[in-house]
């Protein structure tokens, strides 16, 4: 029920007047009254103003004339809409988030990260490794610059512990860590390949050297 018919409805019941005597006095029909009455019809204002004559009270007084009610309707529409809205913009994040995967960038010490980039997550894989084990490495010097790697690019890498030969690698080689490319030279040891400028090589025992991560792919710093 609408306030404006129940407000008619209220006056009516009031003085003893019943649908049919109010639509007669109108000229419509009892039907129309009681779809007013019931909400199922909305009057504008002239018939507000002949319906209020009639009952001998200004019905307009705590209602809303027709076209104030379809602007509040309109304004309710409106306003209801906008947490749809968001309630969509806040699922489509949800979908990227569950796509897209923070990956950190790290300086070699990987204490903190420095910042993060995006990179799809695949069946729960970045690039084919598991995604808690992937990250960035932010070049620290000049040593592989001969790899086309130099101070400042950024390097998608993964952590591992294995030796793969010809890789390049973070490493920890007594108390630095540092890239270099791993050359296998039998069981024991490895060669340690660098390129500041010139190539230089220093051959290490394997139980000497620990391998903390591989680097995939460089991004180079323009």
Same mark, same amino acid.
């Given at each position: 029920?609408?306030?404006?018919g129940?407000?008619?409805?209220? #006056?009516?019941n009031?003085i003893g007047? *019943?649908?049919?005597?109010?639509?007669?006095?109108l000229?419509?029909?009892?039907?129309?009254?009681?779809e007013? =009455?019931n909400g199922?019809?909305?009057?504008?204002?002239n018939?507000?103003d002949?319906?209020s004559?009639v009952?001998g009270?200004?019905?307009?007084?705590?209602?809303m004339?027709?076209? =104030?009610?379809v602007?509040?309707e309109?304004?309710? /529409?409106k306003?209801?809409?906008?947490? /749809?809205?968001?309630?969509v913009?806040?699922?489509?994040n949800e979908?990227?988030?569950?796509?897209l995967?923070?990956?950190?960038i790290? $300086?070699?010490?990987?204490?903190k990260?420095?910042?993060?980039?995006q990179?799809?997550?695949?069946?729960?894989?970045v =690039?084919?490794h598991?995604?808690?084990?992937?990250?960035?490495l932010?070049?620290?010097?000049?040593?592989?610059? $001969?790899?086309?790697?130099?101070?400042?690019?950024?390097a998608?890498?993964?952590s *591992?512990?294995?030796?793969?030969?010809?890789? #390049?690698?973070?490493?920890?080689?007594?108390?630095?860590r540092?890239?270099r490319?791993?050359?296998?030279?039998?069981?024991?040891?490895v060669?340690?390949?660098?390129?500041?400028?010139?190539f230089?090589t220093? *051959?290490?025992e394997i139980?000497?050297?620990?391998?903390?991560?591989?680097l995939?792919?460089?991004?180079?710093?323009?």
């Amino acid at each position: 029920m609408s306030r404006v018919g129940e407000k008619i409805k209220n #006056i009516r019941n009031s003085i003893g007047m *019943t649908q049919k005597q109010l639509g007669k006095k109108l000229g419509v029909n009892e039907s129309f009254v009681n779809e007013v =009455e019931n909400g199922r019809k909305i009057i504008n204002q002239n018939l507000i103003d002949r319906i209020s004559k009639v009952l001998g009270k200004d019905i307009n007084d705590i209602t809303m004339s027709f076209e =104030e009610q379809v602007f509040e309707e309109e304004k309710d /529409k409106k306003y209801s809409a906008a947490p /749809k809205k968001e309630a969509v913009k806040d699922v489509w994040n949800e979908a990227f988030g569950s796509v897209l995967k923070n990956i950190p960038i790290y $300086g070699y010490d990987l204490q903190k990260a420095v910042s993060f980039k995006q990179l799809p997550l695949i069946n729960n894989k970045v =690039e084919g490794h598991s995604q808690d084990k992937v990250f960035y490495l932010q070049i620290e010097d000049d040593d592989m610059l $001969g790899f086309r790697i130099a101070k400042g690019d950024l390097a998608f890498a993964y952590s *591992t512990h294995e030796i793969e030969n010809n890789s #390049i690698c973070l490493i920890e080689h007594g108390s630095k860590r540092v890239i270099r490319q791993i050359k296998r030279l039998d069981n024991n040891k490895v060669l340690l390949i660098s390129n500041k400028g010139s190539f230089r090589t220093e *051959t290490a025992e394997i139980k000497e050297i620990n391998i903390i991560a591989k680097l995939n792919r460089v991004e180079i710093k323009l």
